[in-house]
């Protein structure tokens, strides 16, 4: 089963700190989305990213956030300078887009990187 | 207003009984998924099961099974012979419209303890 998958699993950063997720769709996925989920809350939305441009964001995702896909595999979330509130679990999200999975598009989640701000 | 409402913040029942978690959603799309996914205490977001609005049959997997009302808005997950494993944190979920970059949208979820 083709997974999505997200690095580090658990990073802990000193407040101020740039910090960069990491997370490597399934391979013939096409939008890209990032979630966050603070400790004991529901999950929200931040991002959706297609064909090298942000789709939408929320209002939570701002000028401290940013999104880039570097490569062909990689697609990565940067928190520019860290602050307590950060601290939350970040899920990575993939679909493929496809009509012959419609309205599903193979949406796939990973296994999230527990970010931790000291 | 809330696209995804969970009522029940949390749940206990015996093991081997079945469950039945609450999920009605806000619409006004005609095309949209709806998602159950199963949160346990290490931290994933596992899939357990999706329901189409324009699938006529009720999903199921395993002893997953989705109790789908469409005029009145609801999405039900039943938990078959619950086993101490299903203890976690569950949520449901949508994705409306007919975008293929359209995001899904969670309810606050509903933790479920089973007792031994």
């Known amino acids: 089963e083709p997974e999505v998958t997200q690095t580090p699993s658990h990073q802990v950063t000193q407040m101020g700190q740039e910090v960069i997720l990491r997370c490597v769709p399934i391979s013939n996925h096409l939008y890209f989305y990032w979630y966050r989920q603070i400790l004991g809350q529901k999950v929200e939305f931040l991002v959706s990213f297609y064909n090298n441009e942000i789709s939408e964001k929320s209002e939570i995702f701002d000028d401290q956030f940013s999104v880039e896909r570097p490569d062909g595999s990689n697609f990565t979330l940067k928190i520019r300078s860290t602050k307590l509130e950060d601290s939350a679990m970040y899920f990575c999200?993939?679909?493929?887009?496809?009509?012959?999975?419609?309205?599903?598009?193979?949406?796939?989640f990973g296994s999230g990187t527990r970010l931790t701000v000291v | 207003a809330q696209k995804i409402t969970q009522t029940q913040p949390g749940m206990f029942v015996q093991e081997k009984e079945a469950v039945t978690l609450d999920c009605t959603y806000d619409?006004?799309?005609?095309?949209?998924?709806l998602f159950w996914y199963k949160q346990p205490s290490s931290g994933e977001m596992i899939f357990l099961i999706y329901q189409g609005s324009y699938d006529e049959q009720n999903a199921t997997e395993g002893r997953y099974s989705l109790n789908f009302q469409k005029a009145r808005k609801s999405a039900n997950l039943v938990i078959s012979a619950s086993q101490l494993g299903d203890s976690a944190m569950y949520f449901c979920?949508?994705?409306?419209?007919?975008?293929?970059?359209?995001?899904?949208?969670f309810g606050k979820g509903t933790r479920l303890h089973i007792l031994p």
């Open positions: 619409t006004s799309d005609q095309s949209y998924g």
């Open positions: 999200a993939s679909s493929d887009g496809d009509t012959n999975t419609f309205p599903n598009y193979g949406y796939t």
């Open positions: 979920a949508m994705r409306e419209g007919r975008n293929r970059d359209d995001k899904i949208i």
